[in-house]
């Protein structure tokens, strides 16, 4: 069966970074491209960046572009996202999620558990 | 990029009601549509993918409807397990954005 299993909560200082795992298992890991969606507390879900595993290749929102990394490393089945300069704001559960490519449907059928990421200081 | 408003924000409903939301794209985006579901503390949940389309498992008193700019999402006879907050998106193009939510209450 398909899991997507993220790592544990992080608590950071402002201006620090974050990398967020998310471990797939139970298909092709290079056939599907990985999204990351955040949710601050109480609020609803943002769209970061996909990245394709087969090729590297990353896609990023343009207002996370040139503090969010997107990588992966395929002998593993783990999908990354790093996020640089954190601010108090990006406190929030990070989500992974599949991307299922179909005729005429783009869709995430299945998703990690989140990773809560806390920014204090 | 293409924004996306639900309504309404919230609803309070009985077991056993039909239930309306609706979702609408600041520009067409064909049936790149897809609804999903969230309780709290859980990850979101796959309802309906290319707007009508409901995914395995799922069942068949959700459905969906609509194409270009306007969509909705009914559930035929709400049962307790479905309070939660119901987001749409668009796939049509990147960003891949998402509605605000609509938190579905128990009245």
């Known amino acids: 069966q398909v899991q997507l299993v993220q790592s544990g909560a992080e608590v950071k200082k402002p201006g620090a970074s974050v990398k967020v795992s998310c471990k797939a298992s139970?298909?092709?890991?290079?056939?599907?491209?990985m999204h990351w969606v955040r949710q601050a507390p109480g609020q609803g879900l943002e769209w970061m960046g996909w990245?394709?595993?087969?090729?590297?290749?990353?896609n990023y929102a343009q207002k996370f572009q040139g503090r969010v990394t997107m990588t992966r490393d395929t002998s593993i089945s783990t999908a990354y996202m790093e996020l640089s300069r954190l601010r108090s704001d990006d406190t929030a559960v990070y989500y992974c999620?599949?991307?299922?490519?179909?005729?005429?449907?783009?869709?995430?059928?299945?998703w990690g558990q989140g990773t809560l990421v806390t920014v204090s200081s | 990029d293409i924004q996306m408003t639900q309504s309404p924000s919230s609803l309070s409903a009985s077991v056993g009601d039909r239930v309306t939301i609706t979702c609408r794209a600041s520009?067409?985006?064909?049936?790149?549509l897809n609804w999903y579901q969230q309780k709290p503390g859980k990850a979101p949940k796959l309802l309906i993918y290319?707007?009508?389309s409901l995914q395995s498992g799922v069942p068949s008193r959700f459905s969906g409807s609509g194409s270009g700019t306007d969509f909705t999402l009914t559930i035929s006879s709400l049962q307790p397990e479905d309070f939660a907050t119901y987001y749409c998106?668009?796939?049509?193009?990147?960003?891949?954005?998402f509605g605000q939510g609509t938190r579905l209450e128990i009245k």
């Open positions: 990245i394709n595993p087969n090729s590297g290749g990353t």
């Open positions: 290319a707007a009508s």
């Open positions: 998106q668009q796939s049509y193009s990147t960003p891949r954005t």
């Open positions: 520009q067409s985006i064909s049936s790149y």
């Open positions: 999620a599949r991307d299922v490519k179909q005729q005429l449907a783009l869709y995430f059928d299945y």
């Open positions: 139970g298909y092709t890991f290079t056939g599907y491209y």
